[in-house]
């Protein structure tokens, strides 16, 4: 059974950073592009940033380019989302996904939750 679990969330002050990871069981990462996505309290899901399961190509929200990166490591079936200078609207519910394009993605997991609060 194909199922993705993020980790890495928490508490954080603006400016800090985390790194939030997506681990696959049931299939292999590099069959699949990876997709983050984030919903705030009130807002719509929006996607974050994708990785290529082909070319390595990666791509990124206007409001996180800069400051968050992804990347992938195939023996570890874990995609990661290195995020620096963390801004409070980047507060939200994290989570990935084995497509980038949002109505493509059949289920969601429980998602991690980063919180960026002084």
């Known amino acids: 059974q194909l199922q993705l679990v993020e980790s890495g969330g928490g508490l954080v002050q603006p400016g800090g950073s985390l790194r939030l990871s997506c681990t696959a069981s049931?299939?292999?990462?590099?069959?699949?592009?990876i997709g983050w996505f984030r919903q705030a309290p009130g807002k719509e899901r929006e996607g974050v940033s994708c990785?290529?399961?082909?070319?390595?190509?990666?791509s990124y929200a206007d409001s996180v380019k800069g400051r968050f990166t992804i990347s992938r490591d195939n023996a570890k079936k874990t995609v990661y989302l290195q995020m620096n200078n963390l801004k409070p609207e980047d507060t939200a519910v994290y989570y990935c996904?084995?497509?980038?394009?949002?109505?493509?993605?059949?289920?969601w997991g429980q998602g991690t939750q980063v919180t960026v609060s002084s």
């Open positions: 996904a084995p497509d980038c394009v949002e109505v493509l993605v059949g289920s």
């Open positions: 049931g299939f292999t990462l590099d069959s699949n592009n």
């Open positions: 990785i290529s399961n082909r070319t390595g190509r990666t």
